[in-house]
């Protein structure tokens, strides 16, 4: 029994465990991200102000990385265990059933449900964060008008429209994939397990409903 | 076997077909009258390869041993499930009366890369093998063994070692996973040495080694969709695959090869 020196990221076990390990702190970011987004129901200025304190930190351009990185690690070793899951069976079956009592739609169309949030994010990020340039004059300071850019990105029901897919996908995703992590990380006991997976689902549910909430807000501010 | 005529079923079976391992194979078609709804499935493809032996002297290549659900021989992908629809049942223990008369039965090999089909529905499992040599045993000295008792066991880890040895190593968790993945049957290896005294001192090693055997033979990466532990024939539990997944980390922490 020798176990031979190679790095432990090669390893089956190693890379679903950093799948694991950074999808926690991606779904630690969109509970954030939602928690903050939530300052647009209190008005336009709340939300500047929000944004505004966040941008202007030295700082954000450090968790800017981090959260890039930890985007980019969880989408390589994605991609890396499709293309090796799909060579571990180079002939598929004439025909596949599952029992109904494993997988379920959301574990497996992970593949599927991811990639559709990452091409909303791409698209997200040019409309919103690099998208239309206002700027507003509060208490005196200067910043950004991001509540406006929003509003407008959001007239258009093609673009609500999108986002609402998007974020489905994305609560269809993490419902699988939160409780998941916990299982790569090791953590299944009778105990707790039933608990986690609850968790879950409801965190897929809170993700696809939050995030939905706020182009179909914008939406209809817009109408005015 | 009771029954008269009217009871028996005719089937339209699709089974595949390969002549070796190199050979491309295909899927075929037979038809196959007087099937008693009590024959096992593997009773009811000794039929098929009687009738075909008269009719062209060839039969079906398949694996089988037991024939009371224990040794794991039996490796059939029946209608697109690994030991075909019924929770915890081993295709010798599937019963013809599971199916209705005039149903089609598509019946297929285990399909991974790290199985290779050596003719029809045999596959070579091999690589189970190669992945337990790795470290799925106890190193132990000769001479004389002590007293059982003076090893304490607690009455919890024994039954969970005990149902962790349920695992009869048949492969289905492979084959209904759809990454091919072999965790579950390496966990349950795993758990059942790694929660026994005796097992537990190599656990670390032992881990760091059948898994990266496992990774080396081909098998695929797991996705935590659990169709494995659906479709095994013992219930074998994946928790057993986060104890490896704990016992791995653990290893990969503080190993010092
Ligand atoms: S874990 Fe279950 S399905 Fe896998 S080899 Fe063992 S008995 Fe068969
Ligand atoms: S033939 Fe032995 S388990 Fe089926």
Redesign the interface.
Known sequence: ??????C?L????????VMGVSGLLLCGFLLTHMLGNFTMFIGADAFNKYSHTLTSNPLIYLAEAGLAALFLCHIFMAIK?IL??K??????????????????FA??T?PYTGSIALIFLIIHILGLKFGTQYTIIINGVEMRDIYKTTIEYFRDSLHVLGYIVAVVSLGIHVS?GF??AF????????KY?GKIQLLSKLFGIVVAVGFSSFPIFCYLQGGK | MGGNNSDTMSLNLKVWRQKNNKDKGSMIDYKLDGVSPDMSFLEMMDTLNNKLIKEQGDSIAFDHDCREGICGMCSMMINGQAHGPEAETTTCQLHMRKFKDGDTIVVEPWRAKAFPVLKDLMVDRGAFDNIMAAGGFVNVNTGNPQDANSILIGQENAELAMDAAACIGCGACVASCKNASAMLFVSAKISQLALLPQGEVESLARTQAMVAKMDELGFGNCTNEAECEAQCPKGIKIENIARMNREWFKGALTSRK
């Open positions: 029994m020798s176990s031979k020196g190679s432990s090669h390893s089956s076990i190693g890379k679903k465990q265990l090796e899951n060579a571990a069976r180079p002939v598929s079956y004439h025909m596949r059933e599952t029992s109904g009592r494993g997988s379920t574990s497996s992970m699988h409780w998941s299982q790569s990380l090791g953590f299944n006991h009778p397990i």
